[in-house]
């Protein structure tokens, strides 16, 4: 079973579209979150939700929201699509008091 | 804001040989991670090492940390063609709510 997943793994789209990307994990964690990776490998942290409730939130732009249904899902929701958005997010997961991180497999997104 | 600064930003060698890889950190840290990133997948956590703790070992790695010129070597020795990845340190954010990575060092190991 894998332990954090998300759909899609590709995802091309035209400028001003919505989408969402999905994630869920297997491992009991109570902390998920969204991670950007640009073109040039960096990692930035985007959201961080523990037991369903934001606790950062770094300066992105509000066309990013991200949804917890439950504990174990963290959706990724980006309206308005931006040539600038295409990128790689991951989602991941860790336990609270061990930051040991659990990563997904990446979401590459293209706009167009 | 990033955090970690790895260096260097890439390196090539060959099978057998040991990669170094260092990082460079800006603030207190309760402990440092590095991660393994292979081509087109996700990041898979290598070792955690503890601000308390000087050196650290997990089969051929050996991670060392010095908090006083914040930073942390990673040490892979006998390096094989699989090694071949993207390599990062990360540290928590000063509210220990979230990893901050550094840029990575891209590893080529070629047989």
């Known amino acids: 079973d894998t332990a954090v997943s998300q759909t899609p793994k590709y995802l091309v789209t035209q400028m001003g579209n919505d989408k969402s990307i999905k994630c869920e994990q297997n491992?009991?964690?109570?902390?998920m979150y969204w991670y950007k990776q640009d073109s040039k490998k960096f990692l930035k942290i985007m959201f961080s939700?523990?037991?369903?409730?934001?606790?950062i939130n770094e300066t992105v732009p509000n066309r990013f929201s991200p949804k917890s249904p439950d504990k174990a899902h963290l959706n990724l929701h980006i309206n308005s699509l931006e040539l600038g958005d295409s990128a790689v997010y991951f989602c991941?997961?860790?336990?609270?008091?061990?930051?040991?991180?659990?990563f997904g497999q990446g979401t590459r997104l293209t706009v167009v | 804001s990033q955090q970690g600064e790895e260096d260097p930003q890439a390196l090539s060698i060959q099978e057998g040989e040991n990669a170094t890889m260092n990082c460079s950190y800006k603030t207190s840290i309760n402990n440092l991670q590095w991660y393994r990133q292979n081509s087109g997948r996700g990041l898979v956590h290598l070792i955690l090492i503890r601000s308390n703790e000087r050196e650290k070992h997990s089969g051929r790695l050996r991670v060392t940390l010095d908090t006083s010129k914040k930073s942390s070597s990673l040490l892979i020795t006998a390096s094989r063609a699989a090694d071949t990845a993207s390599y990062f340190c990360?540290?928590?954010?000063?509210?220990?709510?979230?990893?901050?990575f550094g840029k990575g060092t891209t590893l080529s190991v070629s047989s």
């Open positions: 991941a997961s860790s336990q609270v008091g061990n930051t040991e991180a659990f």
């Open positions: 939700y523990n037991n369903k409730e934001l606790i």
């Open positions: 491992l009991g964690h109570d902390t």
């Open positions: 990360a540290t928590d954010d000063q509210a220990g709510t979230a990893l901050i």
